[in-house]
């Protein structure tokens, strides 16, 4: 039995609602503030709107700050700074676009009190004792720059090409199983098992 025009109309979702409740049922372990995005997706941001290459510059450095170059890339080689430009320009709130700006506004300023430079132009040890303090300023508030910028570092790090090859190891179309495989085989990883 076919149901009736409207029936049918109130019965469909749209896209967007189909792809919320595809990751909620996948169980998709993101940052809460990041899972709202499909929801503000909807309202149309202002076109071309990105950060200013000044705060742009500074993002990538906080980002790089939080997630450093060791033996594995670190956010700035992955792109995270492009991806947090991203966020601002398309998917973040006008309250979270403020807090972004407003921070990072902040942290250039607490640079030059502290130490008489732009927060790019600093040592590593100096811009991590600036973002240090900042993080210590806002422990315990539900809500604050350095819990926005951390959580859109991680996820732009974690979701990104590079690290998903070569430091997660994923395989999109892994070969066969095999449930009893010793772990030299597999680089000494066991989740990779």
């Known amino acids: 039995m076919v ?11 749209g ?12 169980g998709v372990a993101l940052a809460p503030e990041w899972l709202m995005a499909v929801d503000q997706a909807a309202r149309p941001a ?3 709107s990105r950060l200013t290459p000044a705060l742009a510059a500074i993002a990538g450095a ?7 170059r060791t033996d594995t890339p670190g956010a700035a080689d992955v792109g995270v700074p492009a991806f947090i430009d991203l966020l601002y320009g398309e998917y973040m709130t006008p309250a979270e676009r403020t807090m972004l700006t407003d921070g990072l506004n902040e942290v ?3 640079a030059k009190a502290a130490h008489g ?9 100096r811009q991590d004792t600036v973002l240090r ?3 210590r300023a806002e422990e315990g508030k539900p809500q604050g720059f350095f819990r926005l910028i951390r959580s859109a570092t991680v996820l ?7 690290v998903g090859r070569n430091v997660l190891h994923y395989d999109p179309v892994p070969g066969r199983y095999d449930g009893c495989v010793p772990i030299e085989q597999v680089g000494r990883r066991n989740w990779t098992t």
């Open 133 to 135: 303090a900042i993080a």
């Open 156 to 162: 732009g790090y974690f979701t990104s090409e590079p």
């Open 15 to 26: 896209r967007r609602e189909a792809i919320r409740r595809a990751a909620l049922l996948a």
């Open 62 to 68: 906080v980002a790089d700050r939080i997630l450093p």
């Open 3 to 13: 149901p009736s025009d409207d029936r049918t109309a109130s019965s469909l979702i």
């Open 108 to 110: 250039d300023a607490a």
């Open 46 to 48: 202002a076109p071309g």
């Open 117 to 125: 430079g732009s927060f790019t132009t600093l040592t590593v040890d």
